[in-house]
């Protein structure tokens, strides 16, 4: 289940932020800081040559602001931790993604009575938590959306929230969030299909171009495809793109936008073949691409500070304590990394070829 805090950094309390950052253990210039930043600011709107007057401004951060996401995350520190504890004591298996005003509930479950039973309760939960911090949950935001490995027709039934001022949530054949298209089997076909088609329409409008006094040479042409219309393609490819990944349908999809872009390159006949005109064009084909990205995708995580979440789950000690929410590679058994895959998995492999780099003129060799 996806959800939505309305009017999310307007909405901010000042007075409970500064008591936040008190109590988070910070310096005390940081506090005196804040409280002088946020606390009796005003403000006035202007409307071509009319302005208001000026008045206070009790609430809410600026969303445009580079401390924004910082303040908004401290602020809801203390509502997710007491979320969590809640959701511990009724024995509701909930895990809790946020991402600043946007946030997820995850139930793993083979029934759909159950799983429903604990997103309604959880959701019932997080509304009078929100209440209680001076926060709203924007209802028509909510979805709901379900995985499953079954075989065959998929039919989840839907979760009724009438009862707490909520819609009624029908899941859908697929779900968009933060920009990922995910679908009930996590192929990402649909992901594929919708940016594959904005690649191309993106090369479509690049056609313009050629329509000045001068136009634009192929090499300018591969060069604007090679920065503005393949990322675009290729956005998130490691969520579909890992070892003993199903990629035909995606292989085929990327090709047909790759063969198009290189026509329009040199101006060739629609008949000509894929691999001539990528030789041609100097355009690595679409899969070999993929691999050199991947294989830098893989390493990237390993300059992160260690306590970054990607550091976190790719660590493959073993824990120290049986942590209900222990979700690192380490905690898996052998069978399950067996079963496991990924783009982390095989990051964690990779990283077992990376050596620490050394110095050939060590002192110790001239001691």
Known sequence: MAFDIAQFFPSLNYHF?????????????????????????STKYLWNNLSSPFFEINVGVGQESALSPILSMLYLSPLLYILENRFKNLNIPISIPSFIDNGLFIVQD?????????????????????????????????????????????????????????????????????????????????????????AISTVKCMKLLENSSRGISPLQKRLLYRCCA????????????????????????????????????????????????????????????LHKITKRSQIRPLKLPNNHILKNLLDDSPPQSKLPNSHNIGSLTNRQRALTKGHLIDSSIKSYRIFPSFSPLDSEFFS
Request: proline fraction near 5%; glycine fraction near 6%.
């Open 17 to 41: 932020l500064i008591l936040v950052l008190e109590k988070a253990g910070l310096d005390p210039k940081v506090s005196n800081f804040f409280t002088n930043y946020l606390i009796q600011r």
């Open 230 to 289: 393949l990322p675009i393609a290729l956005y998130e490819f490691q969520l579909w793109f890992y070892n003993k990944a199903p990629i035909s349908y995606h292989m085929k999809t990327l090709n047909k936008m790759q063969r198009r872009a290189t026509i329009w390159i040199l101006g060739a006949f629609k008949t000509s073949s894929l691999e001539g005109i990528e030789a041609l064009t100097g355009i690595i084909p679409i899969r070999f691409h």
């Open 110 to 198: 083979k029934s759909f009575f159950s799983s429903n039973s604990h997103l309604f309760c959880g959701y019932n939960i997080l509304s009078n938590l929100l209440d209680s911090f001076g926060l709203v949950i924007e209802h028509s935001k909510t979805e709901v959306f379900h995985f499953s490995r079954a075989q065959g027709v998929f039919n989840p039934p839907p979760l009724d929230l009438s009862l707490l001022r909520g819609p009624i949530l029908w899941p859908k054949d697929s779900w968009k969030y933060l920009g990922f298209i995910f679908d009930q089997k996590l192929l990402f076909h649909k992901h594929i299909d919708h940016y594959a088609n904005k």
